[in-house]
């Protein structure tokens, strides 16, 4: 048999220290834990003033009124469960003083048009003034439903209520003193009237203080999340601004409850979009200075070229931007402390070389294009084959050589296919770009057409029909076309 708990045997003032601190809830779980302490927390002489200071540190809860006990008043606020069942409930019926889940509804509830007879009659005007009643959902006190389906609203009275007027009702019926029953009852169901008022402008500041402090919470949890993922100083920069700020909250705080692992897994690839769409933008715009300079430059570049008759491609500013020479000069360390006419100097310096061998690199490329559709061996020049036709595969038109390094074909305005996303809205989910590729997508959506790219051309469009006719006419068509 266990004995008295060892923490009453302390001194009354060293146990009075303790239980001064505590919150409501663990006293009324102190309550439960034995019979000698709910002996002596249930106490008014001994423990009202525990409980009273208890119920002061609650910010801007109302008073204890005077129809409940402390103990009673601390219960109903603040412990979870129904009051006659023990199973979770979240619902408090003010007016009823109780907390009752769905299941307890016909125990602990009883409809207006279920009150005995004699309480119209005592009262003409309205059964509230005589009974305390509660408006509840036809689904139950807390209100679950499972469909759409509109619920009529019940008025209900606590049966506990009713029976206790119904045995005043017996005693004072046919004495003078019914009168006095009345008056007593409507100013007694006033008062919790009123109370109830009060509890529910504190109970709606509660939820909004415990939505606030969620949300807090959650927005902490979630930066450490993204700190943890290297996007740190993303979030840093989203604060100087605020509409950016306030959509990455609404992001955030789309659920006012606790990040769990389930909630993470959908939330934090979607904010790590967010950053990385945020994070090349950002780029994009600090590249956009340097590439207008670059296609300043590379036009001047091309009209000298064009005034001294050169058979060279020339490239466009895309092209020569694409160089990691010239990448490394946009986009390397330096750029931050190279100032805008240095950066043009030091292009115009190199320009020239650069398009010389741009130049050898495409054609280069040309050449391992025809080399590897027709097969053709390495010691063969493929560009001077005389059965040499290109067919594009966009525009369906035959071109020849040098003509189809300049074919338009090569080169694709990003506006000729406006079904495609620009570069920087189609970054997968949860996925970091890397800084190379950050810069060509900057490069394509800043001079809006894709680099120079010969893929679209096939080399086997009449040179096959070329050799078939050498073949007829029995002569070996590589002796005259290499292979």
Request: charge should be positive.
């Amino acid at each position: 048999m266990m004995g008295k708990p060892v923490v009453l045997g302390l001194p009354l003032d060293v146990l009075f220290e303790i239980l001064w601190y505590l919150h409501p809830l663990d006293l009324v779980y102190l309550t439960r834990v034995s019979k000698s302490f709910r002996s002596f927390l249930l106490s008014r002489r001994k423990a009202k003033s525990i409980w009273t200071e208890a119920l002061k540190r609650i910010n801007r809860l109302p008073q204890c009124p005077s129809y409940l006990s402390e103990p009673t008043y601390a219960n109903l606020l603040f412990w979870p469960f129904c009051h006659r069942c023990h199973l979770p409930c979240d619902v408090i019926q003010w007016e009823l003083r109780i907390r009752c889940c769905d299941g307890c509804t016909s125990d602990m509830l009883i409809g207006r048009e279920m009150l005995p007879s004699f309480v119209d009659q005592l009262n003409c005007l309205d059964a509230r003034q005589l009974i305390p009643m509660s408006v509840i959902s036809s689904a139950g006190p807390c209100g679950r439903q499972t469909d759409n389906t509109y619920r009529k609203p019940l008025t209900v009275a606590s049966r506990a209520d009713v029976n206790k007027l119904n045995m005043q009702y017996k005693f004072v019926k046919d004495s003078p003193l019914l009168n006095d029953l009345i008056i007593h009852r409507e100013k007694a169901t006033q008062e919790i009237y009123q109370h109830v008022a009060l509890c529910r402008i504190w109970e709606a500041e509660a939820a909004d203080q415990r939505r606030k402090e969620l949300v807090d919470q959650r927005k902490r949890d979630v930066v450490e999340k993204l700190e943890s993922l290297g996007l740190g100083n993303e979030l840093e920069l989203l604060r100087s601004d605020a509409s950016v700020l306030k959509e990455f909250d609404n992001l955030v705080v789309r659920q006012d409850r606790e990040l769990t692992d389930s909630s993470c897994q959908v939330s934090l690839p979607r904010l790590q979009n967010f950053l990385e769409i945020r994070r090349v933008r950002r780029l994009t715009v600090l590249l956009q200075d340097r590439f207008k300079n670059l296609a300043v430059v590379v036009s001047d570049m091309n009209k000298t070229f064009k005034n001294n008759k050169t058979n060279k491609v020339l490239p466009q500013a895309i092209d020569i931007c694409l160089l990691s020479e010239v990448r490394c000069m946009i986009d390397g360390k330096n750029s931050e402390v190279m100032s805008a006419e240095a950066f043009v100097d030091a292009l115009i310096l190199r320009l020239p070389p650069l398009l010389s061998a741009w130049n050898c690199q495409v054609t280069k490329q040309l050449a391992d294009l025809v080399r590897r559709q027709l097969c053709i061996d390495n010691d063969v020049d493929p560009l001077k084959l005389a059965a040499l036709v290109f067919r594009c595969s966009d525009c369906r038109l035959h071109v020849t050589y040098p003509s189809a390094l300049t074919h338009p074909c090569l080169r694709t305005k990003t506006f000729d296919k406006p079904w495609v996303q620009l570069p920087m809205e189609t970054t997968a989910l949860g996925r970091t770009m890397s800084p190379v590729e950050v810069y060509e997508k900057a490069a394509i959506e800043t001079f809006e057409m894709h680099p120079w790219n010969c893929t679209v051309l096939e080399a086997d469009g009449y040179t096959k029909r070329i050799h078939n006719l050498f073949r007829a006419l029995g002569r070996d068509p590589k002796f005259y076309f290499g292979g």
